[in-house]
C-alpha cells in the first residue's frame, strides 16, 4: 500500500464534516478537529463578514478538500503588514476560506458555513474585543484579547478599518 493510499485511509478514520455556500456551487469537507476556533471582532473580519465579527475554524491545510465550485481570490496586507488571502463562491461571494500569515500551516473556515448541526466546534478565543459591537453580548470563549496576542501595527489604515476608533 503506497503513502497516499495510507493517507486516505486515515481521512476516511477522521471525523468529517461538510458545509459550502449559499448558492450551493461550493461544497467542502473537513477532517479532524479544528486546530483552533475563534470570533474576531477586528474590522477585517467585520467588513469579510458584512457583520458584527467573524467566526474562523482553523485546521491544518491538508484536512480541508473543495469537493465542487470555483472559489475566487480576494488578498491585501494588514496594518501588521501580514497578508491574509480571502476565498469565496465565485457564484454568491459567500466567504469560504482564509489564509492567514499569522497561521502559515493552517487554513481558515468560515465558521457559519458548516452544514447543520453548523456551530459543531468550541470556541477557543475571542479577539480584537476593542472594537466589539457594542450590542453583542458575551460569547462562551476562554481567551479574550482586546486585540491579538502580536498585535503590533507597522503601517496607518483608512478610518473605516482602524478598529482602535471603536475603543470606549
Known amino acids: 500500500m503506497g503513502h497516499k493510499e495510507l493517507l486516505e485511509m486515515e481521512m476516511e478514520q477522521l471525523e468529517c464534516h461538510e458545509g459550502g455556500c449559499l448558492c450551493g456551487q461550493v ?42 465550485g470555483d472559489l475566487s481570490d480576494y488578498d491585501f496586507t494588514t496594518e501588521m503588514g501580514k497578508t491574509w488571502k480571502n476565498q469565496f463562491c465565485s457564484s454568491c461571494g ?10 502559515p500551516a493552517d487554513i481558515g473556515v468560515a465558521g457559519g458555513t458548516f452544514d447543520p448541526p453548523t456551530f459543531w466546534y468550541e470556541l477557543s478565543g475571542e479577539v480584537f474585543m476593542r472594537s466589539k459591537g457594542h450590542f453583542v453580548g458575551e460569547i ?13 501595527p507597522k503601517e496607518t489604515v483608512e478610518g473605516r478599518i482602524d478598529g482602535s476608533k471603536n475603543i470606549k
Open 27 to 68: 461544497r467542502y469537507r473537513t477532517f479532524g478537529m479544528p486546530e483552533r476556533a475563534g470570533v474576531c471582532h477586528c474590522r477585517y473580519c467585520q467588513l469579510r463578514a458584512g457583520s458584527a465579527f467573524g467566526t474562523l475554524v482553523y485546521f491544518k491545510k491538508n484536512n480541508v478538500e473543495i469537493i465542487s
Open 94 to 103: 459567500t466567504t469560504i476560506l482564509m489564509h492567514l500569515e499569522a497561521w
Open 140 to 152: 462562551n470563549a476562554p481567551r479574550k484579547m482586546d486585540t491579538w496576542f502580536n498585535y503590533e
